[in-house]
């Protein structure tokens, strides 16, 4: 008999849902392909807008509230659900199921304080005691570098179920070189360009990687224009003379980071980073800070420090120098070969056991 496993969407009625949304559609994505229970979403009506296909409750309670009710009451879920898989920590969570788990994806309110609001700090810190004290929920940390720092605050390890994170598009072709070529073109950008793909806000340390780049084309123009991709968030950012492209569809943000001399990722803190990850399955090379859980072990980028403008423009320059033949694109795609959806799912399931 298959199990009830009730999913959270809640995140999906954001305005900029972010690294969530994609890790949302991608569970479901990559159970689709391996799971062999029976599947329900729950959240708003403006989140379950987004996941049309998938068999749905709403919660009816308003967005602001749910947080607070999901604390104690799964309001949305079916009596009779096997499992609850809450994808943040808003929730759902409750006493009444056989299993309960929850995606954490970050402490960033502790490691970058400027990164949200005094409010959105004292909720994350309040919630994540809350889950620490509920022995019978499983957390699901996201990022590589979380199990350890959970087991720090107090946490059994056999509670925690680590999950891979997938960055691959069933579907979505990349935008040719001829459209992406294009695109450039309308923004007066020829030839060579160095790529970040991001939200621009404080944390993204976008002042430095701005300097660094400057210094660094100096000596190297072949890094070409900086080039932003993604939406602007809270916040100033200063792009100085960047290029900032803004919004893009994903086949062309994927035809970018393809055609990319380089892609520079170098936040001052990070609960995950997928553009690292996503250039590196389009085999080009990277340079990423050193706070960039995603790539932490990985060999094939270039790490630097996020508070040295000259150490950042020195990477930059030394990540020129890399491979660009076949063979070394290749490397780089294996390199992130295991982050898939269906990797992912199977994680979740291996939790929900």
């Known amino acids: 008999m298959s199990r009830q496993i009730v999913i959270s969407v809640d995140q999906l009625s954001r305005p900029q849902p972010g690294g969530i949304a994609s890790y949302v559609h991608g569970l479901l994505r990559g159970l689709q392909e391996v799971g062999t229970d029976a599947y329900s979403v729950v959240g708003p009506q403006s989140a379950l807008d987004r996941v049309p296909a998938w068999p ?27 499992v609850v898989h809450a994808t943040s920590m808003a929730g759902p969570f409750d006493g009444a199921f056989t299993r309960q788990t929850v995606a954490l994806h970050d402490l960033l309110w502790r490691d970058e304080p400027s990164a949200t609001t005094s409010r959105g700090a004292n909720f994350h810190e309040n919630r994540l005691r809350y ?29 925690i179920y680590p999950i891979r994170l997938g960055v691959d598009d069933a579907g979505v072709t990349p935008a040719s070189a001829t459209e992406v070529r294009a695109l450039l073109l309308s923004v007066g950008v ?39 991709v993604g939406p602007a968030g809270w916040g100033s950012a200063e792009t100085s003379d960047a290029v900032v492209l ?43 800070s050193s706070t960039c859980p995603s790539v932490a072990t990985n060999n094939e980028v270039t790490v630097v420090d996020p508070l040295d403008v000259e150490g950042i423009a020195t990477g930059l320059l030394a990540a020129l120098q890399g491979a660009t033949t076949e063979a070394a694109r290749e490397r780089r795609r294996e390199s992130v070969a295991e982050m898939t ?9 291996a939790a929900w056991s």
């Open 246 to 288: 803004g919004m893009v569809s994903r086949e062309l943000l994927l035809g970018l980071y393809r055609e990319a001399t380089l892609v520079a990722y170098v936040p001052r803190a990070e609960g995950f980073g997928l553009p690292p990850v996503e250039a590196l399955r389009a085999g080009t090379r990277v340079v990423v």
């Open 131 to 159: 889950l620490i004290a509920r022995d019978d929920i499983r957390l699901l940390p996201s990022s590589p570098l979380l199990p350890s720092r959970l087991v720090e605050l107090g946490v059994a390890p056999a509670r």
């Open 56 to 82: 749905a409750a709403r919660t009816g309670v308003p967005d602001r509230l749910l947080p607070l009710v999901w604390r104690n009451v799964a309001a949305g879920v079916a009596h009779g659900s096997t």
């Open 190 to 228: 020829r030839g060579p360009f160095t790529l970040h793909a991001g939200t621009r806000e404080p944390r993204k340390n976008v002042e430095r990687l701005v300097a660094a780049h400057a210094l660094a084309r100096q000596s190297e123009p072949e890094l070409g224009p900086l080039v932003f």
């Open 341 to 349: 959806w269906r990797n992912c799912a199977l994680d979740h399931l």
